[in-house]
């Protein structure tokens, strides 16, 4: 029955590619929910202060995924921000893919996304929300956290491939970028630009 491996992480972190990758490397399937709620029209509204996002009818969209779980035998790859909306007992494993923040904040300001919505995803990756959300759903003994930063693609594939079968190597609450930001002691004028900007 557990033949899904959920990708999650904040916007920016490298989701689409990787999950993309991962398929092919599995002889899986890919599915990108934020594509699928589209192209089914799974949503029940549209949020027009949010780049016209697609809030999804969740209870639809678990629906079609079940249906879609249950009409494959082969490894299933999802990814997206309802990834864990994902019924427990069809999940393997969740991946929840990390960033520097500093990292992050960069690629953001590379597609041209408003400063406000960098500032809400550069916080939620440096406050671990995809991690505890998705630890909410499937409990820690589910999910493995990777540090993407500075890695290529195939190294990424790599370390997730041996964290589905090694998870006390990539087991939850290794990465802090709060502390690790705070050890190279710019911490306090990192967290001062983005109050600043925030006002």
Same mark, same amino acid.
């Given at each position: 029955?557990?033949?899904?491996?959920?990708?999650?992480?904040?916007?920016?972190?490298?989701?689409?590619?990787?999950?993309?990758?991962?398929?092919?490397?599995?002889?899986?399937?890919?599915?990108?929910?934020?594509?699928?709620?589209?192209?089914?029209?799974?949503?029940?509204?549209?949020?027009?202060?949010?780049?016209?996002?697609?809030?999804?009818?969740?209870?639809?969209?678990?629906?079609?995924?079940?249906?879609?779980?249950?009409?494959?035998?082969?490894?299933?790859?999802?990814?997206?921000?309802?990834?864990?909306?994902?019924?427990?007992?069809?999940?393997?494993?969740?991946?929840?893919?990390?960033?520097?923040?500093?990292?992050?904040?960069?690629?953001?300001?590379?597609?041209?996304?408003?400063?406000?919505?960098?500032?809400?995803?550069?916080?939620?990756?440096?406050?671990?929300?995809?991690? %505890?959300?998705? !630890? &909410?759903?499937?409990? =820690?003994?589910? #999910?493995? /956290?990777?540090?993407? *930063?500075?890695? $290529?693609?195939?190294?990424?594939?790599?370390?997730?491939?041996?964290?589905?079968?090694?998870?006390?190597?990539?087991?939850?609450?290794? %990465?802090?970028? !709060? &502390?690790?930001?705070? =050890?190279?002691? #710019?911490? /306090?004028?990192?967290? *001062?630009?983005? $109050?600043?900007?925030?006002?």
């Amino acid at each position: 029955m557990r033949k899904v491996i959920i990708i999650d992480g904040t916007p920016g972190t490298g989701k689409t590619t990787i999950a993309k990758k991962l398929a092919e490397q599995l002889e899986g399937i890919h599915i990108d929910i934020s594509e699928l709620v589209e192209r089914e029209k799974l949503y029940k509204r549209i949020d027009y202060e949010r780049s016209r996002a697609k809030i999804a009818d969740e209870k639809q969209l678990i629906k079609r995924l079940v249906e879609i779980i249950e009409e494959t035998n082969k490894p299933l790859i999802i990814e997206g921000h309802y990834a864990e909306i994902v019924p427990k007992k069809y999940v393997k494993c969740a991946i929840i893919l990390r960033l520097d923040p500093r990292e992050l904040e960069k690629r953001l300001e590379l597609r041209k996304w408003p400063k406000k919505k960098i500032i809400e995803n550069v916080q939620a990756e440096l406050l671990d929300s995809c991690l %505890i959300k998705t !630890i &909410e759903a499937y409990g =820690k003994d589910k #999910v493995r /956290e990777i540090d993407t *930063t500075g890695k $290529s693609v195939l190294e990424v594939i790599s370390e997730i491939i041996d964290a589905l079968e090694n998870s006390n190597k990539f087991k939850p609450g290794k %990465i802090n970028w !709060i &502390e690790k930001i705070r =050890k190279e002691g #710019v911490l /306090e004028r990192y967290l *001062t630009k983005f $109050s600043a900007t925030n006002t």
